[in-house]
């Protein structure tokens, strides 16, 4: 059973930086399509950013030019790099996997880790 775990959230100051990291189990996860999405207070989940399992990458235009997706094979793991941190950026941040030519295997998400970006 694959299981994606979320961790790096936390609370930073406008203008900050930060990382978060998604960590999943299993050993087919350089055959998964890896997103990190978002979902403020009275807002709908929205997609923040994407990586295929060739490394090509799409982003949200409020995120592009500030935010990094990233992805370690080796250690089953994806990444965003947050910069230039703005107070709307402010949601739970959730990590989804998902296999483009196995649909059996679903969408998984990970419980999701809070950021909030405030003074």
């Known amino acids: 059973q694959v299981q994606v775990v979320e961790s790096g959230g936390g609370l930073v100051q406008p203008g900050g930086s930060l990382r978060l990291s998604c960590a999943a189990s299993?050993?087919?996860?350089?055959?998964?399509?890896m997103g990190w999405y978002r979902q403020a207070p009275g807002n709908q989940r929205e997609l923040v950013a994407a990586?295929?399992?060739?490394?090509?990458?799409n982003y949200a235009d409020s995120v592009k030019g500030r935010f990094t997706i990233t992805r370690d094979n080796a250690k089953n793991t994806v990444y965003l790099q947050m910069n230039s941190l703005k107070p709307e950026d402010t949601a739970v941040y959730y990590c989804n996997a998902k296999i483009a030519t196995m649909p059996s295997f679903g969408t998984r998400w990970g419980q999701g880790t809070q950021v909030t970006v405030s003074s």
């Open positions: 990586i295929t399992t060739g490394g090509s990458t």
């Open positions: 299993g050993s087919i996860f350089s055959l998964m399509t």
